[in-house]
């Protein structure tokens, strides 16, 4: 059974570092992309980016780049999303997901995980 | 504001049919397939349905998908109360290189 489980939930201060991760099971991890989507409270989704883990290639949505880092750990099966200083508008729900090479659809979503940022 | 245009809400009675719309252009939606996904607050978003039209294993054939030119269209029959959620449609976007959402549609079973 495919699966992405998440970090739970942060609350973290503006200004402070932070990195999620999705951890994924039951496939050929370097084999999929994994995406990362943001829903902000109230918003709709919004792809972040995505990696493929089998060459580490990433390609950010243009609103992201440079606010963000996607990585990935093939050893462990798991993908990272990072922050060197977060602000409130980071607050929101991440979600991982799942796509297959060459197609541009996601199969498989990670429970999310809440990231409060809040003096 | 997404390139993606979707009603912000749609509403029928049980049993009844609806129809969400999701209009592009040629850079997204007039070259790329389209996909569905039905999300429930609090829960993970569900494909329901990818290539424009395929349904994933385990989604009833009550859920269908089409697109015509720069517009895509989800269609759900004999709604139900747990099809309350929000829609969202996905595709590729050859301007920006990189995959996007629809601004999403709440449907309201009545």
């Known amino acids: 059974e495919v699966q992405l489980v998440q970090s739970g939930p942060e609350v973290k201060k503006p200004g402070e570092s932070l990195t999620i991760s999705c951890k994924a099971s039951?496939?050929?991890?370097?084999?999929?992309?994994i995406g990362w989507v943001r829903q902000m409270p109230g918003q709709g989704l919004e792809l972040m980016g995505i990696?493929?883990?089998?060459?580490?290639?990433?390609r950010y949505s243009p609103s992201f780049q440079g606010q963000v880092t996607i990585s990935a750990d093939q050893s462990i099966t798991s993908a990272y999303l990072q922050w060197t200083s977060l602000q409130a508008s980071d607050t929101a729900i991440y979600y991982c997901?799942?796509?297959?090479?060459?197609?541009?659809?996601?199969?498989?979503w990670g429970q999310g995980a809440l990231v409060t940022v809040s003096s | 504001q997404s390139m993606l245009t979707q009603p912000p809400s749609v509403s029928a009675a049980p049993g009844q049919k609806v129809t969400i719309s999701c209009s592009g252009n040629?850079?997204?939606?007039?070259?790329?397939?389209v996909s569905w996904y039905q999300h429930v607050p609090g829960t993970a978003p569900k494909l329901l349905i990818y290539?424009?039209?395929r349904r994933p294993s385990g989604i009833p054939d009550r859920f269908s998908g089409s697109k015509s030119g720069t517009s895509a269209t989800l269609g759900i029959t004999g709604l139900q109360t747990g099809d309350e959620a929000d829609y969202y449609c996905l595709t590729g976007d050859s301007s920006l290189s990189a995959a996007i959402f629809g601004g999403g549609t709440k449907l309201t079973v009545l």
């Open positions: 290539d424009n039209n």
């Open positions: 039951g496939y050929s991890f370097s084999t999929y992309w």
């Open positions: 990696i493929y883990p089998g060459d580490s290639d990433i």
């Open positions: 040629l850079s997204n939606i007039g070259r790329n397939y």
């Open positions: 997901v799942r796509r297959r090479d060459g197609y541009n659809y996601f199969d498989h």
